[in-house]
C-alpha cells in the first residue's frame, strides 16, 4: 500500500516537470517571441503605410486599409484560428476550476486532481504556442522602426518584462509552488497528513480561491510593453487582458486580509532588527577589543 501511494508521486513529479516546461517556453512565446523577433524596418513602413511619420502609433494610416485587412482571407483566418486557440485554453482553465467539474475529476483522479487540472491547463497553453498563427501581411497598431527609438524602445521593453516575470515568480513562490502544481497534496497524502489546505486560516483558503491571479499587472506590463504591436499580439493581449480581469475578484475582505498579513510581517521584521540593535549595542564594544 506504502508502494502504491509513493508510486502516485511519479505522474504529480510528471505533471509538475511538463508545467515547468511549459512555463519557459510561455516566456519565449510571451516575451522573447515579442521583443527579439521583430519585422525589418522596411516591411514594417509597408505593413503600417509608406511615409507614415508616427514613430509608435499607425495614425497616419488611411481606415479603408484596416477595413480592406479585416476582410482579407489572409489576415482572417490566422486571427480565427487564434482566436480559436485562446477560447480553448480560457475554457479549460475556467470550466475545470469550477466546482462540478472538479468535484468530478476528484472522483476520478483522487488526491491528484490538482495535478491532472495543472497538467491540462499546460496542455492548452502547449497548443496555443504550438498553433498560433501569426498575422505576416497585417498593417501593425504600432511599431518602433526608426533611430534611436529601434534600439532604445526594444531595450527598455525586455527590462520592463524582465522585472515582470521575476516579480511573477517571487509571487509563485511566496503562495507555495509545490501546493501550486499539486505535488505537496500527493506528498501530504503519502504521509497520511490530509489535505494541506486543512491547515491554513479560513481566511487565507478564502484568499486563495479568490486569487487566481495573483500577477495581473505584471502580466497586463508583458502583454502590452512591446515594440511593435501586430494583430495576432494585440488579439493575444485583448482577450487576456479581459480574462484575466473578469477573473481578478479581490473583495474587501481579501485585501483586509493581505494588509493585516503585511503589517504583521513588518512588525515581526522591526522586532528583529530592534533586537539585533540592542544586541549589536552591548557586544559592540567586546567585539572590538577582540579584534
Known amino acids: ?24 517556453e510561455l516566456i519565449r512565446f510571451v516575451s522573447f517571441r515579442a521583443l527579439f523577433l521583430q519585422p525589418g524596418t522596411g516591411d ?25 485587412a479585416l476582410r482579407d482571407p489572409k489576415i482572417l483566418q490566422p486571427l480565427m484560428v487564434d482566436v480559436g486557440l485562446i477560447v480553448l485554453f480560457i475554457l479549460q482553465h475556467s470550466l475545470m476550476a469550477t466546482e462540478k467539474v472538479k468535484h468530478w475529476t476528484r472522483s476520478c483522479f483522487g488526491v491528484l486532481q490538482r495535478s491532472f487540472y495543472v497538467f491540462c491547463t499546460a496542455l492548452a497553453l502547449q497548443l496555443l504556442m504550438r498553433y498560433w498563427q501569426p498575422v505576416q501581411d497585417g498593417p501593425v497598431l504600432w511599431n518602433t522602426s526608426t533611430e534611436p527609438w529601434v534600439t532604445w524602445v526594444p531595450l527598455i521593453c525586455f527590462i520592463l518584462h524582465f522585472i515582470a516575470w521575476l516579480v511573477i515568480f517571487s509571487i509563485i513562490l511566496i503562495f507555495d509552488y509545490a501546493e501550486l502544481m499539486g505535488v505537496k497534496q ?5 504521509l497520511g497528513m490530509g489535505d494541506p489546505l486543512a491547515v491554513k486560516s479560513t481566511r487565507a483558503v478564502r484568499l486563495f480561491s479568490h486569487l487566481r491571479h495573483p500577477v495581473y499587472l505584471e502580466f497586463l506590463l508583458i502583454l502590452w510593453a512591446v515594440p511593435c504591436l501586430s494583430l495576432d499580439r494585440l488579439l493575444l493581449a485583448l482577450l487576456f487582458t479581459a480574462y484575466i480581469t473578469c477573473a481578478h475578484n479581490l473583495d474587501q475582505q481579501d485585501y483586509l486580509y493581505l494588509r493585516a498579513q503585511l503589517d504583521k ?27
Open 186 to 190: 500527493v506528498y501530504y497524502h503519502c
Open 1 to 24: 500500500m506504502a508502494a502504491l501511494q509513493l508510486l502516485m508521486m511519479v505522474p504529480a513529479l510528471g505533471s509538475f516537470l511538463f508545467t515547468f516546461g511549459t512555463g519557459v
Open 44 to 68: 514594417a513602413q509597408h505593413r503600417t503605410g509608406a511615409g507614415a511619420k508616427s514613430l509608435f502609433f499607425a495614425d497616419a494610416v488611411p481606415n479603408i486599409q484596416w477595413e480592406a
Open 265 to 291: 510581517k513588518f512588525q515581526i521584521f522591526s522586532r528583529e532588527e530592534a533586537a539585533y540593535g540592542d544586541l549589536l549595542a552591548q557586544n559592540g564594544p567586546s567585539v572590538l577589543k577582540e579584534n
